[in-house]
Structure formats: structure tokens, C-alpha cells
């Protein structure tokens, strides 16, 4: 069996349907490189400052009440500490501001690269819609609590 390497074209060509954002975030000059995002799709390609990104995402997009998690996980500050903690994953949901609905679930995972000699440099974010699992799983335990009390009574 031969060892395939993929380049990040093939890859995303690949996993395009299962992935609404890609970044690739470099800790030292702090400087992120949108991939693909599904909230700035006309922003893929570009290189952008990443406190300059994040405060549009808050105040353009990040559904209210999930600011503090915004801040909490996707901060520089917190990507350096997860990076130098030694922890490699996260996987966390977030919600964004949705004319229509108020607001659209998103799971996000966030791994920590490391460069030649070991050292976190890099930080990928990868995050998917998960609005209708989400909502299955809300109507699911709703159902599940009206049925234990049916069976109670």
C-alpha cells in the first residue's frame, strides 16, 4: 500500500459537503487564512488579522448570549493557552445570529498544529451547520419528557 499525502485543494474537495469553515490561524503573527466560511464566503482566499476578524464575527454574527463563549474558546489569548496547556482538540458548538430563526447552531472543532520541531504554531478551525440535529435533539428530549410523564400519569 502506498503512502498518498493530500494537498488542501484534494482535501477540501473531499470533505466540501461536510465543512461550512475552514481557518488556519498562525499564533505568531496572529494572521488567519479563511479557507472556507460559509458566513463570509466573498473573504475565502484572503489573509486577514485575526482580532480584526473575530471582532466583526462578534459584532456581525455571533448569536448574543454566545459571546462570552466566543471570547471563552476563540480568543488569541485562549487559542495560545490551549496551544501551550498541551491540550491538541476541542470540539464545541456555537451559535450565529439568523434573520429567519434567530439563530443557526454551528459544531466547531479546533485543533493545534505543531511546526518541525514540535512547537504549536498553527491553530486549524473547522466548523459545520448542525442546525437540524440540533433541533431533532431538543424535540427528541421534549418528547421524551411529555412521555415519562404520560407513563407517570
Known sequence: MTNTTLNLEELLCGVNELVDTLWIVTLGNEKVEIVKD??????????????????TYIQEYVYPADLGKWEEILSLNSL??????????????????????????????????????GIPDRV??????????????????????????????
Not at 460559509?38 to 471582532?55: A, K, V
Not at 431533532?136 to 407513563?151: H, L, M, R, T
Open 38 to 55: 460559509s458566513m463570509t464566503p466573498e473573504r475565502e482566499g484572503e489573509c486577514l488579522d485575526y482580532t480584526e476578524l473575530c471582532q
Open 80 to 117: 495560545r493557552q490551549m496551544a501551550a496547556s498541551g491540550v491538541a482538540n476541542k470540539k464545541f458548538d456555537m451559535r450565529f445570529c439568523n434573520d429567519l430563526l434567530g439563530f443557526e447552531w454551528h459544531e466547531a472543532f479546533i485543533r493545534i498544529l505543531k511546526d518541525k520541531s
Open 124 to 153: 486549524i478551525l473547522f466548523s459545520r451547520y448542525v442546525n437540524h440535529c440540533r433541533k431533532a435533539q431538543i424535540v427528541e428530549a421534549a418528547v421524551q419528557a411529555e412521555y415519562d410523564y404520560v407513563v407517570y400519569i
